[in-house]
């Protein structure tokens, strides 16, 4: 079993900036890939970014590509999600996942077996 717990998420104004951690147990963290997904009110749930288990492998939504950075820590058990240039339509529920195969650094949240509570980050205009 797993156990994710997302923090970091607040009230920003556009332009400003958030980094997100997600904290892990219950498993051998630094084997797994993990990803962050987010959902906006009245949307289906989307990719943002993956890293794999090294760090050495990470992908990007376009929407994020150059905003976002994804990094981890695995002495601290902890996955990150700087976001910088904070845009109005980022504001969602933001969610960490670790996905069910350990490589898997793609975009299906289908293929994603545990998920964090989420943690809300709202973008003010």
């Known amino acids: 079993q797993v156990q994710l717990a997302e923090s970091g998420g607040g009230l920003v104004q556009a332009g400003g900036s958030l980094r997100l951690s997600c904290t892990a147990s219950?498993?051998?963290?630094?084997?797994?890939?993990m990803g962050w997904f987010r959902q906006a009110p009245g949307k289906e749930r989307e990719f943002v970014a993956a890293?794999?288990?090294?760090?050495?492998?990470?992908d990007y939504a376009d929407s994020v590509k150059g905003r976002f950075t994804i990094s981890r820590d695995n002495v601290k058990n902890t996955m990150y999600l700087q976001m910088n240039s904070l845009k109005p339509e980022d504001t969602a529920v933001y969610y960490c996942?670790?996905?069910?195969?350990?490589?898997?650094?793609?975009?299906?949240?289908?293929?994603?077996?545990?998920w964090g509570q989420g943690t809300q980050v709202t973008v003010s205009s």
């Open positions: 219950g498993r051998s963290f630094s084997y797994y890939a």
């Open positions: 996942a670790v996905p069910r195969k350990s490589w898997y650094t793609g975009r299906l949240s289908s293929e994603y077996d545990y």
């Open positions: 890293i794999s288990a090294s760090g050495g492998s990470t």
